[in-house]
């Protein structure tokens, strides 16, 4: 399991040697601007990953969403950086996405893994050591753990766990890679990297910043601060 996570993530542009900058984004998030540009500024900014995540009452569907998903692959093609699917396995598979992520009220990790095959990257979001324990066997690659702190972000996002959850999993998960995610932003991202995360997910934390690239690089100096 170690081997195969050190091979996909030296694939993912050699990201053992820099931390992760998950970027979450749908158009809803964006509000007002447009969602193309919001995602390449903190790709030139550098964010090591994006997540797409459509979710909401005005949320893309069918071949507006599989258009809309086309253009963010490309863009973070040109940039070299993974493109995964938030809970849509169908539209990963067939737009050829990096990876995928899914929650515990998605479709059951084992049958996303035979679904996207060994190749593809599959992240779990997870809350407790228990869902951890889960999503490892399940061959989940990397866990998203949180919410760290509270969020307006996800409207039905959980009671905040801080960073003591992310410590123990990673204490008894130390090959898996974790991610926090959750209120993230730079005046506690330092806390979150010292809990001892591989990356930090952030979605209204670049999706408001009025200078995204700006805030990509503040979180970046951050990282080497916190580790």
Known sequence: MLHTIKLLLRKWCNLLNRPAIYFIMGTGNARKRDPLVL???????GISHFQLRE???????????????????????????????????????????????????????????????K???????????????????????????????????????????????????????????????GGITPDNAETVWKAGVFGIAVISALADAEDVIGEVNRFKALSERGR
């Open 39 to 45: 995602l390449e500024q903190a790709l030139i900014g």
């Open 55 to 117: 979710k909401g009452p005005e949320a893309l569907t069918g071949i507006a969403l599989k258009r809309f998903a086309l253009e963010c692959q490309r863009l973070c093609k040109a940039h070299r950086v993974p493109f995964i699917v938030n809970d849509d396995v169908e539209l990963a598979i067939d737009i050829g996405a990096d990876g995928v992520h899914i929650g515990q009220d998605d479709l059951l990790c084992e049958l996303v893994r035979y679904r996207i095959g």
């Open 119 to 181: 190749e593809k990257v599959l992240g779990v979001s997870v809350h407790s050591m228990e869902e951890a324990k889960c999503a490892v066997e399940a061959g989940a690659n990397y866990l998203g753990m949180g919410p760290v702190f509270r969020t307006h972000s996800k409207v039905d996002a959980k009671e905040p766990v801080g960073v003591n959850k992310i410590m123990e999993v990673s204490r008894q998960y130390p090959e898996i890679p974790i991610v926090g995610i």
